[in-house]
């Protein structure tokens, strides 16, 4: 019996080893994962350093910023600038442009309403678009299983497939990057990503262009045991701006404090 048990599981445990079925998985849960994400409120910081021609910082600032629904949409309050609290003056600018925002939105019709929630969420599904292409676009290999904080993870390292032609514009770079993926074991959620361009990537037609060797280091985190968000994205980049000016930049945002929004309540105050 425990033999024919073997044979009848087997299929399934091959699956899961496969690393291409492993990706597939993390993307289809991802998508899941998302409609549970919209009811999280966050802090957000992001640190902006502008490094010189051997990498050292020229300059960095710092913005901290308060991100909650407001009338079924996000929202984004500053609430400090480099570490430290606004100043009264723009305390109180904030404090205006969030009175206002409450009422204008308190004042629209059903169907502003709906057509407002419905961009925001439009917004949100097209910054993961390129994700259902992600199996079909790249070679994987697992190449081992390791220990995060999250838990234990699948290593899988993808590179582009030769001839793959993306799908949609969102994924118009897929064929020149090379990624790494850890893959939560138990659930499938993706913990983290490390992304390397293999070659210059344009935006905007020719208006910015990414340098071969950019990197971007996305991870996430486990809360409140039911949804998976972001916590740190890291971007190393140098680039060109309008084919004249050339900048390497470091940008980390880090994301924290996250709460879950109650669906009937309401912001009312910016202190």
Not at 9 to 32: H, M, N, Y
Not at 177 to 205: C, N, P, Q
Not at 251 to 266: A, E, G, P
Request: glycine share 4%.
């Amino acid at each position: 019996m425990r033999f024919f048990a073997l044979i009848v599981c087997l299929p399934a445990i091959l699956g899961a080893q496969d690393p291409r079925e492993i990706v597939r998985r993390s993307v289809e849960i991802d998508r899941k994962n998302l409609d549970i994400a919209r009811n999280y409120t966050y802090l957000e910081r992001r640190e902006d350093r502008e490094l010189d021609g051997s990498g050292k910082v020229k300059n960095t600032e710092v913005q901290t910023s308060d991100v909650t629904l407001l009338e079924g949409s996000s929202y984004r309050r500053l609430v400090a600038r480099n570490d430290r609290p606004l100043s009264s003056k723009e305390q109180q600018k904030e404090e205006d442009k969030l009175r206002k925002s409450i009422e204008e939105r308190r004042a629209e019709t059903a169907e502003q309403r709906a057509r407002r929630i419905a961009d925001w969420e439009r917004r949100r599904q097209r910054q993961r678009d390129p994700l259902k292409e992600l199996p079909d676009a790249f070679d994987f290999r697992l190449v081992g299983e390791e220990a995060l904080a999250s838990g234990e993870v699948y290593v899988i390292d993808a590179m582009p497939k030769p001839g793959y032609k993306p799908q949609t514009p969102s994924a118009a770079y897929f064929p020149k990057v090379k990624a790494r993926l850890w893959i939560d074991k138990d659930d499938y959620h993706w913990a983290k990503v490390e992304l390397e361009t293999l070659d210059t990537i344009s935006f905007g037609g020719f208006l910015v262009r990414l340098a071969k060797g950019t990197r971007l280091i996305v991870e996430q985190a486990h809360v409140n045991q039911e949804v998976w968000l972001l916590k740190s994205l890291t971007l190393q980049a140098s680039a060109r701006v309008a084919l004249i000016m050339n900048v390497r930049r470091e940008i980390i945002v880090t994301l924290s404090d996250y709460k879950k929004f109650q669906v009937d309540s309401r912001v009312v105050s910016a202190q």
